[in-house]
């Protein structure tokens, strides 16, 4: 079965600070996708990025920057010199190939930035 | 606009009363999911539907029932709504061809059963 584990449950900075948020995932398939949502306290999820099985590739998108590691299973998200409104609910999510095709979600890490 | 859209918004209902959750896309796709929120469980799989004949069992399906009226639309019920099924819900699209399997999120329903 797949499982995504986002084991720190909240964290707390001040604003400045670099953050990484941790994220392992379980799959048995080989095929697999990878993605980031924000839920800001408004309640909506907010897309950040999707990754597929085969793009070891870090990526940065301004503050933001992803590392996928695919021999520890992990694709840790890190936030630089952080923001008040980046305080939000991180999630990771694992999508499954074949079948229903969902996303699994791990727990979520709730952010706070502290000015 | 909006490509997904979720009626209601906001809804308090009474223990035992059938409530009906409401989704509407204007992607084209033909995958479209019912996932619920609860605090510090993430999204978990209710219903979900290929295309409208085609309709499946999520993980937490007891409870709900679900009906795909159109391509565009699949619409979530509670037939009698209990305390415990208050929750965020959120419907979700893919086109099922997209090679990242990427799914389009409404804007969730805050459901509360007094």
């Known amino acids: 079965a797949q499982k995504v584990t986002q084991a720190q449950t909240e964290i707390s900075v001040v604003e400045k600070e670099d953050v990484t948020l941790d994220c392992v995932y379980e799959t048995r398939d080989t095929t697999y996708y990878l993605f980031w949502y924000k839920q800001p306290p408004s309640g909506e999820l907010v897309f950040l990025i999707r990754r597929n099985s085969f793009d070891e590739q870090n990526e940065i998108s301004g503050r933001y920057s992803w590392n996928f590691q695919k021999s520890t299973s992990s694709f840790n998200f890190t936030i630089t010199a952080s923001q008040v409104v980046d305080s939000a609910v991180y999630f990771c999510a694992l999508s499954e190939v074949g079948g229903s095709e969902k996303l699994v979600f791990g727990k979520g890490t709730k952010l706070t930035v502290n000015p | 606009d909006a490509d997904v859209t979720q009626t209601p918004r906001n809804r308090i209902t009474k223990t035992g009363k059938r409530i009906m959750l409401e989704c509407s896309q204007t992607?084209?796709?033909?995958?479209m999911y019912w996932y619920r929120q609860d605090p510090g469980l993430g999204l978990q799989l209710i219903y979900y539907?290929?295309?409208?004949?085609?309709?499946n069992k999520g993980e937490i399906s007891d409870g709900y029932s679900v009906s795909r009226q159109a391509q565009a639309k699949f619409s979530l019920s509670l037939e009698s709504a209990i305390p415990n099924q208050t929750a965020l819900y959120f419907c979700?699209?893919?086109?099922?061809?997209?090679?990242?399997?990427?799914?389009?999120f409404g804007p969730g329903t805050r459901l509360t059963v007094l």
């Open positions: 539907s290929f295309d409208v004949k085609d309709i």
């Open positions: 979700a699209t893919s086109s099922g061809t997209d090679y990242y399997n990427e799914q389009f």
């Open positions: 992607k084209g796709h033909d995958r």
